[in-house]
């Protein structure tokens, strides 16, 4: 398996990119809601922040490099019996995952930094606070990150769901394509 895409297959970093991708922002999700409810005396309730904001902040580095490469190494071509809506869609969907995405991570920034202070990722180094003077940035920020995580993690089990609609239903290759087949 090569490493970059060809005009009709995934090329292993893409696939790598797309699955890891995939299980950090379902951690992520699951991480984030488990600890807003933690208690303020569990050991958890500093730690979950912290390590959430330090895998936000990587996969945002590794998100800029998945379009950097989206740019070098282009996507295969559809499918060959994929007519036009379907085209459209996926397109449309991909897009709105990549963009949802930089929303949630940017917005979850914005939050951890609204007071000035910047992010440690996992305590080896600091990205600073850029931004700082949005009105009440943390609790703008705040919502759109909450409303951008559930319409994301939604809309990518949709994405999942179509994923294995095409493999079980059409029996056509989009799936075993993302495993570089
Ligand atoms: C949070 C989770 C996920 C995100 C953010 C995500 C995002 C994306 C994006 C942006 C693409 C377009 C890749 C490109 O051409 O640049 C893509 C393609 C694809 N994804 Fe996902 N994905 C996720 C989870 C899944 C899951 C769970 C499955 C399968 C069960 C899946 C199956 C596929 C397939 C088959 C393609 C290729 C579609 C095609 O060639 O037209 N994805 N995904």
Do not use: C
Request: positive net charge; without cysteine.
């Amino acid at each position: 398996m090569q490493w970059s895409n060809s005009p009709s297959r995934y090329g292993l970093t893409s696939v790598l990119m797309h699955w890891s991708v995939a299980v950090v922002v379902f951690g992520l999700f699951a991480l984030g809601y488990w600890m807003v409810g933690l208690d303020y005396y569990s050991s958890w309730y500093r730690t979950g922040p912290d390590l959430h904001k330090s895998i936000g902040l990587v996969l945002f580095a590794l998100m800029v490099l998945r379009v950097l490469w989206r740019v070098l190494s282009p996507a295969p071509a559809a499918l060959a019996e994929h007519g036009a809506l379907t085209r459209f869609a996926s397109k449309l969907g991909h897009a709105f995952l990549y963009l949802g995405l930089f929303v949630v991570m940017i917005s979850g920034y914005l939050i951890s930094t609204a007071d000035g202070r910047g992010i440690e990722v996992f305590g080896l180094f600091e990205i600073p606070a850029t931004l700082t003077s949005i009105p009440d940035q943390e609790d703008v920020a705040g919502l759109v990150h909450k409303f951008m995580a559930w319409t994301l993690v939604i809309f990518a089990g949709v994405h999942a769901l179509a994923a294995l609609k095409h493999h079980f239903i059409d029996r056509d290759r989009t799936l075993l394509r993302m495993f570089g087949r």
